[in-house]
């Protein structure tokens, strides 16, 4: 067995991926090693990730897929709308992307138009890194959406969650149903609830 020496401290470094440079031969054989021998993750040509790095609940997803946006069941999880636990991480990508998705980590692309993308898209830091997300009325208003796929049980617990939350807001709310296409069954669902 060949033994393969990796520089841990640049994983570290960048959230646990690792970019292999071909300029640099030896340090780009041992990624390549490293990768054969199960010590790294190859997520796609010259990007590489120590597998510790993606089995946490939040992953660099902008490094697996630039531009990428954690949406449904991953911002459902992070803001504690429901108990669902995530079988994958749920990106949104714009509809006209071409994307080759690694073995691993698990993730479930949402394809959406450009316009919708930008709709309560948000920054924010979780274990030490930066993602792009959906905000949490942004990600209310999808369960409405996506309620025949993920269920009016669902769906009702995250309206439930969110109502209950003192940090609320009503007025973005009823925004983003109107430019998401939501608003009536959104409006009939809060004039029950609230």
Not at 39 to 45: A, G, H, I, P, T
Not at 60 to 84: E, R, V
Not at 129 to 153: H, L, P, Q
């Amino acid at each position: 067995m060949i033994e393969i020496v990796i520089n841990k401290d640049m994983i570290q470094n960048d959230n646990g991926i690792i970019r292999a440079d071909r300029d640099n031969n030896t340090e780009y054989r041992k990624i390549l090693a490293a990768a054969k021998e199960g010590e790294l993750v190859r997520l796609r040509n010259g990007l590489y990730a120590d597998p510790d790095a993606l089995t946490g609940s939040v992953v660099d997803i902008d490094a697996i897929i630039p531009g990428g946006i954690m949406c449904l069941y991953s911002a459902w999880s992070n803001y504690n709308l429901t108990t669902q636990v995530p079988d994958a991480f749920y990106v949104a990508v714009s509809r006209s992307r071409k994307i080759k998705l690694p073995a691993f980590p698990d993730i479930k692309l949402v394809f959406q138009r450009n316009e919708l993308l930008e709709i309560g898209k948000v920054e924010i830091e979780e274990q030490g890194m930066k993602v792009w997300m959906t905000d949490i009325e942004r990600s209310v208003c999808d369960a409405v959406k996506y309620r025949n796929k993920i269920g009016i049980d669902v769906m009702t617990e995250i309206i439930d969650n969110y109502l209950r939350r003192v940090d609320r807001n009503l007025s973005r709310l009823i925004e983003y149903a109107k430019k998401l296409h939501v608003y009536s069954t959104l409006h009939q669902i809060l004039q029950v609830k609230l």
